[in-house]
């Protein structure tokens, strides 16, 4: 009798510390390919590979002083308990990991760019979503259960700071900053219709991070792959921004330090809010809305999961109320959980994943 295929089976399971070798050797191969095809390993250098380390370095070596911090403060994960039964042993983790690694990042940042006018909004964006994460997880830890703000509150919140972005690039940006870039150097022209697109951009970029982050070490490696190829993109046309990404892309990196396998502190939604808005801000700002939309390619997948799963339950919702599933469990990564996916082995495959969307991003963009 044949075997059905099961990749707990046929694949060995890495660890988490072989993950974390394995995101920061992709991350340093990212960066000197590119720096070699590009003929500027001193410019890469100093743009990106340092404040990378950096940020990295510093993010990581704060971790140890939060992480039990965290831990004296009863910052606990509640766990769903309609979720994988494996995650119940889970419960417990400290949470709210973002409150470390995403403002070390952003001053390591604000630093290194000289307090660029334009890192100066991405970073207030991104301290804004994650001030809208802190207050749910808060709210979460207080009610001891996984209702937070309300959905509709959330909504709002993530639309007032998209909108306050919007006007500021309004009165300060050029006119051009409405039109979109494609692929093969296809403009086009949105006109008004573009803030409607950069506040949406905004919003679900956010919520798309944030449903990613869901296994250990998943939103944070994916994370850094993400914001070190928006880095890439803006290696020639707009450096002081390529420079946060950097930041950005080593915090992720720090925190990953502590969130592997099996993870010491989750990020919540603290840093899963932050992380998104703040790709979406420098995808916007920087005219990179197509590159963007490449390197969330596992944002948008995780998030067309859930999308996917919820409209075919209410499709197929018979007299009883219950509809079918799609999907084992929404999103994805659960889905392959419950198939018989190690975490460790999701990890692996999606931080590859993502290392060739940076490679396909730079070819198409």
Request: include cysteine; charge should be positive; glycine fraction near 12%.
């Amino acid at each position: 009798m044949d075997a059905k295929f099961s990749p707990s089976i046929s694949l060995k399971k890495p660890s988490g510390n072989s993950l974390l070798i394995l995101l920061t050797l992709l991350l340093s191969f990212l960066i000197l390919g590119f720096a070699q095809l590009s003929g500027q390993f001193n410019h890469f250098s100093r743009l990106l590979l340092f404040p990378l380390g950096v940020s990295s370095a510093a993010s990581g070596l704060f971790g140890y002083f939060i992480v039990p911090l965290l831990r004296r403060l009863k910052t606990g994960q509640v766990i769903q308990e309609d979720g994988p039964q494996t995650h119940l042993t889970k419960a417990g983790t400290p949470t709210m990991g973002g409150i470390f690694f995403v403002p070390v990042a952003v001053i390591i940042a604000l630093i290194w760019s000289n307090f660029n006018p334009n890192v100066i909004a991405v970073s207030l964006v991104t301290l804004a979503y994650m001030t809208i994460g802190w207050v749910d997880d808060w709210q979460i830890l207080r009610q001891q259960s996984n209702k937070g703000l309300t959905p509709r509150m959330k909504l709002i919140l993530q639309i007032a700071i998209a909108v306050g972005f919007c006007l500021w690039m309004f009165w300060s940006q050029p006119s051009s900053i409405t039109n979109v870039t494609l692929a093969g150097n296809l403009i086009l022209p949105l006109g008004v219709f573009f803030w409607g697109l950069a506040a949406f951009v905004l919003v679900a970029e956010s919520n798309a991070t944030n449903l990613t982050d869901g296994v250990d070490g998943l939103a944070g490696g994916t994370g850094a792959l993400a914001f070190l190829g928006l880095g890439i993109l803006l290696a020639a046309t707009s450096p002081e921004l390529g420079i946060f990404c950097a930041c950005l892309s080593g915090g992720c990196l720090g925190f990953v330090l502590h969130n592997r396998n099996p993870a010491k502190v989750f990020m919540g939604d603290t840093g899963s809010l932050a992380l998104g808005g703040s790709l979406a801000a420098v995808g916007i700002l920087s005219g990179h809305l197509w590159g963007l939309f490449i390197l969330s390619g596992i944002f948008f997948v995780e998030s067309l999961s859930v999308i996917a799963q919820v409209s075919y339950y209410k499709a197929t919702k018979g007299p009883d109320g219950k509809g079918k599933r799609l999907l084992k469990m929404a999103p994805l990564h659960h889905h392959l959980e419950l198939s018989g996916w190690a975490e460790t082995q999701i990890v692996g495959v999606f931080y590859l994943i993502n290392a060739g969307l940076v490679i396909l991003a730079f070819l198409l963009s």
